[in-house]
């Protein structure tokens, strides 16, 4: 299979590419980034592309299917607009040049709570990006939708310290729900997704998103 990443630099989106690079499955990795990635392998190609121009890259979104785990925060962007134009523009140009393509498989990190009614600024821009997704009507669509991520080396204090709280809080049999997942663990339950033979639309929650990372496929 030919695979195909936005959000790569990211750190779900580099344990998704190191996967993807090591299963055998897929022959051919294919990244969407604005800045180079430190990292080789033959299987590896990398698209140097500037998200405000989409007719300059779009006709290369080809492959079997595409990975979306393009984001950013509301303190690295410095603006809930510049936010969007990550976390739902860019993406959808993204979805809409696969769709255009013939990619048959979109898989999208989402957000637990996303929903386009939503009066949080992050929940609602999540939920319609959802639909906005789904209203393209791929072949296939999974949409995983995690809580907390637990980022190996994270060097955002408030993110480690709130990951502590909930795993403390865990293990005392509090807030299951939100318990933190290792972006490592959501990369691999990603591409076990992508090896399932099925049609139509899927919604992934936290604990699905442990189930999936373990199965296991001929």
Same mark, same amino acid.
């Given at each position: ?16 590419? $190191? $996967? ?154 509090? %807030? ?33 998103? %442990? ?8």
């Amino acid at each position: 299979m030919k695979a195909l990443v936005i959000g790569a630099t990211g750190a779900t989106g580099k344990n998704l590419v $190191q $996967q993807l690079l090591l299963d055998n499955d897929f022959q051919e990795v294919d990244v969407f980034v604005r800045k180079p990635l430190n990292m080789y392998n033959e299987k590896l190609k990398t698209h140097i592309i500037d998200f405000e121009k989409p007719e300059s890259w779009k006709d290369l979104v080809k492959g079997d299917v595409a990975f979306s785990c393009l984001g950013t925060t509301l303190k690295d962007a410095g603006s809930k607009e510049a936010q969007r134009k990550v976390d739902y523009e860019y993406q959808l140009q993204f979805a809409k040049a696969a769709k255009e393509n013939g990619v048959e498989d979109y898989i999208l990190v989402s957000a637990y709570g996303a929903n386009p009614q939503s009066k949080i600024f992050y929940s609602k821009m999540k939920g319609e990006l959802e639909d906005a997704v789904r209203k393209l009507h791929f072949n296939k669509i999974t949409i995983f939708k995690p809580g907390m991520l637990e980022r190996k080396d994270s060097e955002r204090t408030g993110e480690v310290l709130g990951s502590r709280i909930i795993k403390f809080a865990n293990k005392i049999g509090l %807030f299951e729900s939100q318990k933190p997942l290792p972006t490592e663990i959501l990369a691999k339950a990603m591409i076990n997704s992508s090896k399932i033979k099925s049609n139509g639309y899927s919604s992934i929650k936290l604990g699905n998103i %442990f189930a999936f990372a373990e199965k296991t496929h001929e």
